[in-house]
C-alpha cells in the first residue's frame, strides 16, 4: 500500500509499506468513488452487496414510499446480473427520469446496464464495456478472448490512427460478454456500438454483420468491431489468438514480417525465425513440428493468415493477437 508521496525539483517518489521507493515522473492518484449512504441508513434503508443502495427496476428502496437514484444506488448488470456500483453522470440523469415517470404514476423501469465507462489519459483514450475476461471468468463463463489492432479511419487518410479492442465473448454460445478498446484514435465510438449489442445478448455471428456509416475520413471499410468479430470467430475454427502480452515459454517464434518492418520493430523476447509472408510457402520445408509455433507480423492479419494455413500443413500453430504494434506499444522497453 503507498504511504506517502514526496515531490522534488526532478520528479516524484512514491513510498509503499512494502518495496524500495519508486521514482516517477508523475503519479496518478487514483481514489474511487465511495456511495454517500448515510442518510439511507440512518432512515432504515437497506444498502446492497456494493455497499450503495439497493433499489429495484422502478428505483424503489426497502422502504415503502422512498426512492433512491444517482450515484448513491447500486444497479444490475446486464452481462452478469449481479449488482454493481456505477457512479456515472449519463446513467444517473436516466434515472432521474425514471424516477419522476415513476411518482407521476408510469410505469416505468431502469434497465440493466452494461457498465460503460471512457477514460482520458493524456493522448491516450480508453473505453470498455461488459465484463473483462478475468469478470467473465469469476462469474462462471467459459470466456475466452481476442486482440486486434486495426485503424479508426480509413489507413490512407492523414489523422488514421491505430486502436487496439479486446473482445471477450462465451464458447459455447458465442454471446458477446465484453469489450475494452484503447488508443490514440476514436475507441468510444467502437464501444458505444458495443453497448448496444450487449444490452441485447447479441453473438459473435451477429457483431460480423454491424452496419457503419462508411467514408474515410470517418472510419475504415470494415468497421473494427466487426472485424475484432473475424478474429473471435477464426479464433473458435482453431486459428488460435494469444495475448499480445503472452509469454512464449515452450513455443517457436516464427516473424512473417517484411525485413524492413522487423528491423524497425525487433522482436526482442528470444530468438525467432524470420520467414516473409511472401516466401512461407516454399520456405515450409525450414519449419518442423518439434513445439507449437508462435506467429507474430505487425498488426495480427497476416500471422493469422499464416497460422491458418500451417495447421492445414499438419503444424500447430497460434499468433500474437494485435501484433507487434500492440506488445511494443504496451511492453515499451521492458523485456
Request: with cysteine; proline share 4%.
Amino acid at each position: 500500500a503507498m504511504e506517502r508521496i514526496e515531490v522534488d525539483d526532478t520528479g516524484v517518489t512514491v513510498f509503499c509499506s512494502e518495496g524500495d521507493p519508486v521514482r516517477a515522473d508523475m503519479a496518478v492518484v487514483a481514489v474511487g468513488v465511495k456511495p454517500n449512504v448515510e442518510l439511507a441508513k440512518s432512515a432504515g434503508v437497506a444498502l446492497g452487496k456494493t455497499g450503495a443502495i439497493a433499489v429495484d427496476g422502478r428505483l424503489a428502496t426497502s422502504v415503502p414510499h422512498i426512492w433512491a437514484a444517482g450515484d448513491c444506488i447500486e444497479v444490475r448488470h446486464v452481462v452478469s446480473g449481479e449488482p454493481v456500483h456505477c457512479p456515472l453522470g449519463s446513467l444517473a440523469n436516466r434515472q432521474g427520469r425514471v424516477l419522476a415517470g415513476v411518482l407521476a404514476g408510469r410505469e416505468e423501469r431502469f434497465m440493466n446496464v452494461a457498465g460503460a465507462m471512457a477514460v482520458k489519459v493524456f493522448d491516450l483514450s480508453v473505453a470498455a464495456a461488459g465484463c473483462s475476461l478475468a469478470e467473465a471468468l469469476r462469474q462462471g463463463f467459459n470466456a475466452e478472448a481476442v486482440w486486434m489492432t486495426t485503424d479508426d479511419r480509413a489507413h490512407y487518410w492523414p489523422e488514421s490512427e491505430d486502436i487496439h479492442i479486446q473482445l471477450i465473448f462465451e464458447r459455447e454460445t458465442s454471446c458477446l460478454l465484453g469489450v475494452q478498446a484503447v488508443g490514440r484514435g476514436q475507441v468510444v465510438e467502437a464501444v458505444d456500438v458495443a453497448v448496444q449489442l450487449l444490452l441485447h445478448g447479441v453473438s459473435v455471428e451477429r457483431l460480423e454483420g454491424i452496419e457503419h456509416c462508411y467514408a474515410p475520413p470517418f472510419a475504415p471499410a470494415l468497421a473494427p468491431l466487426a472485424v475484432a468479430a473475424f478474429v473471435a470467430r477464426n479464433h473458435m475454427e482453431g486459428v488460435r489468438c494469444m495475448s499480445p502480452l503472452a509469454t512464449v515459454a515452450g513455443h517457436r517464434v516464427l516473424d512473417v514480417r517484411l525485413a524492413a518492418e522487423q528491423k524497425a520493430r525487433p522482436w526482442r523476447w528470444g530468438e525467432s525465425l524470420h520467414i516473409p509472408m511472401e516466401e512461407l510457402r516454399s520456405r515450409l520445408a525450414e519449419l518442423d513440428n518439434a513445439g507449437p509455433w508462435f506467429v507474430v507480423c505487425e498488426r495480427g492479419t497476416r500471422s493469422a493468415e499464416a497460422v491458418r494455413w500451417l495447421g492445414e500443413q499438419g503444424l500447430d500453430a497460434r499468433y500474437l493477437g494485435g501484433g507487434m504494434i500492440w506488445r511494443c506499444n504496451a511492453l515499451g522497453d521492458r523485456e
